[in-house]
Each structure stands twice: as structure tokens, then as C-alpha cells.
């Protein structure tokens, strides 16, 4: 399939300036230090501004002097912005603009939508992909933003709740509002969760069937229109060449067939629905099982249609055991019905009256009045300490919302719940049709729920088939900590298997030098001397490829686009070359890999297409849905697991073997 692929970049040309600077008492998004501007190890911050005062100091900034020129040209543009009439955010540490032009007052009348765009400085040693190694800007759009027409003072409520307001066309945090801006008439809130729970709003959430084109049409736009051949503060020049064209020195893809997968009696298929529907999974269960139901009592109705739609199927969906080979064996005599709002001392005295027979594996389907992202603290806890009691008596668990059971569209459900289903039980939908080899791949992703407490997940693979054999979570603050947890990580590995050839670590991000040594440490205490690999891997939603032939915009799945050695952006999706026998359902953005760290010196070019190809693959290994994710499931897995220990009593993990060897957390 023919490809036109560009990068959402456009070239500039940047020359020296020369800013004014004076002494400050302390650090802000103003200032700049004094490393920076005169490459010395003073800690000390200077305000600069373009013209001179009578304290102040002359300093010349060349484009080869990076971190102060990023600064620099995002100021130029951002105050250029400003100048053409739109609303910008205040200046931040990167130098990144984020500029809001109006769009429409809101169906609701009551505010008033902005769209938002991103605009960031890209420096030539971060993107030597690019013709000539010059500077370039990523333009991308970000969405749309609500800003009140009700003035912030209206009401002490409104006050309060804001998180961010707009005085002076100028967005910025309400606690840095000057007591003038916080009082005046011209300053309006920026509509948040808790500003539309002040105003009755209701959430205003139209989707976009595809996002992808949309990020297209609307940065190529604002680039025409407000940058496009405009020379800015006489030392940027903005080309009007347009975006960045990629070239084909810069384009891998996966291994062909890489998105292959095993079904029942080793029939691949690329799609998981289509697979499952024509061949079964790949493994059904062996082990004997039970479900029995939760609910409230009211909610009775509710449960026996989920059992007839388990049982019989609904309107495509063909039932539990024609679709994941699951009888649906209901041990009548636990069902557990409850009254209270808050089910759990109710559901706990009743699981210690039931017996449960030693070898059967039990699931109990909980038809839930609460979602587990629910904006209540309150009700939110209900989820999860349900969840976590379950866990505890080692009862594997289904939450079934009780409104999506009343939903003209819940047959698109079922087969979500039937594979989760399965998969929690110890079966397997499907896996990875690739060769088996002896790679370790490890996972770890982070929930943070503040600045200084992040909860770390991880998930192992191995085998690279996508079979998973430890789950574990716990609050890491400090790099011992991460030390700990790594060794405790590859404790279970060792155990496993043994015969390791090769380490390969997912990472939430980018580690550093001290964060390598702790693994280091880890690998060392059990005598592993294997080569290691670290991958960070991320959502990309500002760097993007487009196909500018396509109308979709969405490159086929599997390009890579290479930005520099060890930093790639992959296009996951279903938009493949061959024919899969489904449409394309979803247009996720790109992945980003970057090798941040390895044992090997120098990668070999098999070696890089190794690491692309695993985290493709393993995107196609989430039993959460049918669809397809654009990020592995060695870093969804490891997220899902870090968000639900930090929402348990204890924050950890129950320890029993059904948290700890079974996909509790899909």
C-alpha cells in the first residue's frame, strides 16, 4: 500500500538575540539560570526581557546554545500569538506554547469553546531525522477547552472549585492570579470537574470518529494561518514549506505477520473478534470452575437478564460457551444478594457462611451500581474494596455496570466480559503466533497519585507468546525501593525460568543513570548475566505521522518511523495492507519507543527490529476488549495493576495466589 508520510514538523531558521538580564531572588517560568546563560555553576536565576534597563545585562543567545534558545523562541512565538489576538497559557520551564483560539460558544450557552493548540521547539540534535539537522516546531492541536462566561468572582463556589482561569487573555493557575486578576470582572474560569459539579454542567464529550485526521486538518491550519512565512522578532524565520516530508531512510515496520495470532487448534487470525468467533481459543479451560452472582437485591431482574445473555447470547454475541468454550456452571446456592448502598459487610459475611470445594476455581459476577472511575471518592471505594475482598478469599471477579446492562448496544459488551472472563479463570483467548524464545519481558508502569508517591505495576511475559507469570505492585519512593521491587520481581523470574537469554524492560519512563544501577544491583544479586535492554514506551499525541495521501490520515500499521537511533515512533493499529476481514474501528496515535539504556553497546539492526516487533505484538495481547490497543500490554497490564493497589485498604495487593497468578485486574 502506497504511502506519503509527514511528520507534523515545519523547518525554522533561527538566528542570535540578544536579551537583557537582571538578578533574581528566586526561580520562576521567567527566569533562567545562570548555568545556562553563562556556563558557569552559580545557582543563580536572572528575569530577561528583550530591552534594556538600567540594571540589566546584555547577552547574546546562538541557536547552538539549546536549552536557553527553546526558551527563547517559545517565548518569541508565544508572545507573537498573543500579539495575533489569541489566548495563550503562561509561560512554562520547556519553553512550550500553548496558544486557545475561539471556536463556538457552547451548546449550553453558559461558555464559551476554545480550541487548543501546542507549539514546541525542536532542537536539530532531537530530531537528526530532519533535512539539513536545522531547528524545527512541532505544531499539533490538543483538543477543545471550555472557559466560563460568568466571571470568576460571580461566586465564591465557582472561586474555589477553579483550577485554572483566563485574565488578560492570558491562562494560567488560580493561586497565581494577582489579587486584581482574582477579583476582576475580565477573568474567567476554565471549566474543569469541578467547576461544572458548581454549575450543574454536564460533561460536554462529543467523541471524534477519527482523531487522527483531525490532528491533520487542524495543526496544518493553524500553521497557515499564523506562522506559515512569518519572521518573528527578527531572528525566527518560520518556512513555508510545510510539514516535514519523511523519508524512506527514516521508515521501518514490523516483521510481516507480526500481528498474527493463535486460536483454537493453532488457526490464526489477525483479528481477535473474527478469531474467536471462527476458531475458539486458544485454551480453553482445563480446571474445574463455578460462577455465582452479586447484586442487590432490587437489581434481581438486572441479573438473570446477564444470565441469559451469558448463556444464550444477544443479537451477535453467541454466548459464553460457543464464543470462549465456557459453560456457564452457576453454583445457584452463593449467590449473594445485599441492601446496604455500601455492599461490602454484607458481601464479607456472607462469603465466610459459603464453603468452597478445594480445586474449583470460582468467579463471581458482580452486577455493580458504581463504576470504578466513578468522580466520587466514596462510591469509587466501593469497587475496589469489593474487588480487594474477592482477591482475599482467592475468588476470581467480574464487575458488570448494572446501566450498561439496560443499554440498546450492551451485545457490543459481552464479548469484552466473555474474554476477561476466560482469561481470569486461567484460560487463554489467544496468543502470539511467534517462534518461542527465552526473552524476559517486564513491564513497569506507574499510577502517581502526587508528586512524591508513585505505585509501580509490573507485568511478566515470557516466551514472548504473551504468557504471563508474575503480578505485584508497591509504593516506590526512592531508588532502593526500586531496587527492592526489581529484585523481588526477578526472584519469581529466576524460579520460572531459568534458562534466560535475554532481559527486556518496559519502562513508564525514561531511566536514568541511578534507576539503571538499581536493576543493575537487582540482576547481580541472583548471578543473571544476560544482556539487557530498556525500552521507554509512551502515547505520542504531539509528534505524529500522517499519510497525506490517505483521507484518513493514519499511517498502515506497523510503520515506524525512525526519529533519531533508539527513538521510534510506531503506528499500531488496524489499518493493514492486506485484507483482515474487519474495518478499521479506531485511529489511536502512535507509540514512542526510546532505548534509554542497554548492556549492548551497539544495537544491531536485528536487534532494534526485535524490540519494535515485541512491542507490537504485544499490543495485541489485551483481554480486556477485542480491539486492539496502540501500548503493549506490558505497560497497560503494569498501569491497571499500580492504579488498583493504590486504590486498596493497605495499598498493596492481597496476598493470595489468585492475586498473584490470575489476570484479577482485567
Known amino acids: 500500500m502506497s504511502q506519503d508520510l509527514v511528520l507534523n514538523l515545519v523547518p525554522i531558521e533561527v538566528g542570535a538575540k540578544t536579551i537583557h538580564v537582571t538578578p533574581a531572588a528566586e526561580r520562576s517560568a521567567e527566569t533562567v539560570s545562570s548555568s545556562l546563560l553563562f556556563n558557569d555553576e552559580r545557582d543563580e536565576n536572572f528575569l530577561w526581557s528583550y530591552s534594556p534597563s538600567a540594571d540589566s545585562r546584555a547577552v547574546e543567545i546562538t541557536s547552538d546554545r539549546i536549552p536557553v534558545a527553546k526558551r527563547l523562541i517559545g517565548r518569541s512565538i508565544r508572545d507573537f500569538l498573543f500579539d495575533a489576538g489569541l489566548t495563550v497559557a503562561a509561560e512554562d520551564f520547556i519553553g512550550r506554547v500553548i496558544a486557545f483560539e475561539f471556536s463556538h460558544d457552547s451548546t449550553r450557552n453558559a461558555a464559551a469553546v476554545y480550541k487548543r493548540y501546542f507549539v514546541r521547539a525542536v532542537a536539530p540534535r532531537d530530531q537528526h531525522a530532519c533535512k539539513g539537522h536545522s531547528w524545527h516546531l512541532n505544531i499539533s492541536y490538543g483538543g477543545e477547552v471550555e472557559i466560563t462566561k460568568a466571571a470568576l468572582n460571580s461566586s465564591q463556589e465557582l472561586g474555589r472549585a477553579a483550577v485554572k482561569a483566563v485574565a488578560n487573555r492570558v491562562m494560567k493557575r488560580v493561586e497565581h492570579l494577582a489579587p486584581a486578576e482574582f477579583s476582576s470582572d475580565g477573568t474567567h474560569a476554565v471549566v474543569s470537574a469541578p467547576v461544572r459539579s458548581v454549575l450543574g454542567f454536564s460533561l460536554n464529550y462529543s467523541r ?39 523519508s524512506d531512510s527514516q521508515i521501518r515496520t514490523a516483521t510481516k505477520d507480526s500481528n498474527l495470532l493463535l486460536f483454537g487448534e493453532n488457526h490464526t487470525h489477525y483479528s481477535p473478534y473474527n478469531g474467536l468467533k471462527e476458531y475458539g481459543p486458544y485454551q480453553a479451560m482445563s480446571e474445574p470452575y463455578k460462577f455465582f452472582f452479586v447484586f442487590h437485591k432490587d437489581d434481581a431482574a438486572h441479573a438473570n437478564k446477564l444470565y ?155 516466551k514472548n507468546d504473551g504468557t504471563f507469570i508474575k503480578f505485584d505492585s508497591d509504593s516506590v519512593t526512592s531508588v532502593n525501593d526500586l531496587s527492592n521491587f526489581f529484585r523481588s520481581i526477578l526472584a519469581s523470574i529466576v524460579q520460572e525460568l531459568p534458562e534466560i537469554k535475554r532481559l527486556i524492560i518496559h519502562f513508564y519512563k525514561q531511566m536514568n543513570y541511578l534507576e539503571e544501577q538499581a536493576v543493575l544491583r537487582a540482576l547481580e544479586s541472583f548471578n543473571l548475566r544476560v544482556p539487557y535492554i530498556v525500552a521507554t514506551i509512551n502515547e505520542e499525541e504531539a509528534l505524529v505521522p500522517f499519510d497525506s495521501v490517505y ?51 551497539d544495537l544491531a539492526d536485528d536487534d532494534i527490529q526485535q524490540i519494535i516487533d515485541q512491542v507490537y505484538q504485544f499490543s495485541r495481547m489485551y483481554w480486556v476488549s477485542v480491539k486492539q ?31 498473584a497468578k490470575s489476570l484479577w485486574f482485567l
Request: aromatic share 10%; net charge positive.
Open 208 to 246: 471524534v470518529s477519527n482523531k487522527y485526521s483531525r490532528q491533520y486538518d487542524e495543526s496544518l491550519l493553524f500553521y497557515r494561518k499564523y506562522l506559515q512565512g512569518k519572521v518573528i522578532h527578527q531572528f525566527i524565520t518560520v518556512f513555508e514549506s510545510g510539514f516535514q516530508a519523511v
Open 308 to 462: 441469559g445473555c451469558l448463556n444464550r447470547g444477544l443479537r451477535g454475541f453467541p454466548g459464553l460457551q460457543r464464543f470462549v468454550g465456557l459453560n456457564l456452571n452457576l453454583d445457584r446456592e452463593k449467590t449473594i444478594t445485599f441492601t446496604d448502598e455500601d455492599p461490602t459487610a454484607q458481601v464479607s459475611a456472607a462469603l465466610e457462611r459459603l464453603q468452597f470445594e478445594a480445586g474449583t476455581r470460582y468467579l463471581a459476577i458482580y452486577i455493580s451500581r458504581v463504576k470504578k472511575d466513578d468522580p466520587d471518592d466514596v462510591k469509587r471505594g466501593i469497587y475496589y474494596r469489593l474487588k480487594k475482598l474477592f482477591l482475599e478469599k482467592n475468588i476470581r471477579s467480574q464487575v458488570v455496570i448494572k446501566d450498561n446492562i439496560d443499554l440498546d448496544n450492551f451485545n457490543y459488551f459481552l464479548p469484552n466480559i466473555a474474554i476477561a472472563i476466560l482469561a481470569k479463570l486461567g484460560g487463554v483467548p489467544w496468543r502470539l503466533s511467534r517462534p518461542i524464545k527465552q526473552d524476559v519481558i517486564v513491564g513497569l508502569g506507574a499510577f502517581r497519585e502526587a508528586p512524591d508517591s508513585v505505585f509501580l505495576g509490573t507485568t511478566v511475559a515470557f
Open 551 to 601: 483521507s484518513g490520515r493514519m499511517p498502515t500499521s506497523g510503520t515506524c518511523v525512525v526519529l533519531r537511533r533508539g527513538d521510534y515512533l510506531l503506528c499500531n493499529n488496524t489499518r493493514y495492507a492486506d485484507l483482515t476481514g474487519s474495518k478499521i474501528n479506531d485511529f489511536p496515535f502512535p507509540v514512542r519507543i526510546r532505548i534509554s539504556r542497554t548492556s549492548l553497546r
Open 629 to 659: 490497543k496502540g501500548k503493549p500490554v506490558t505497560v497497560l497490564y503494569s498501569e491497571r495493576v499500580a492504579a488498583a493497589s493504590a486504590a486498596f485498604e493497605g495499598r498493596r495487593i492481597p496476598r493470595s495466589d489468585t492475586a
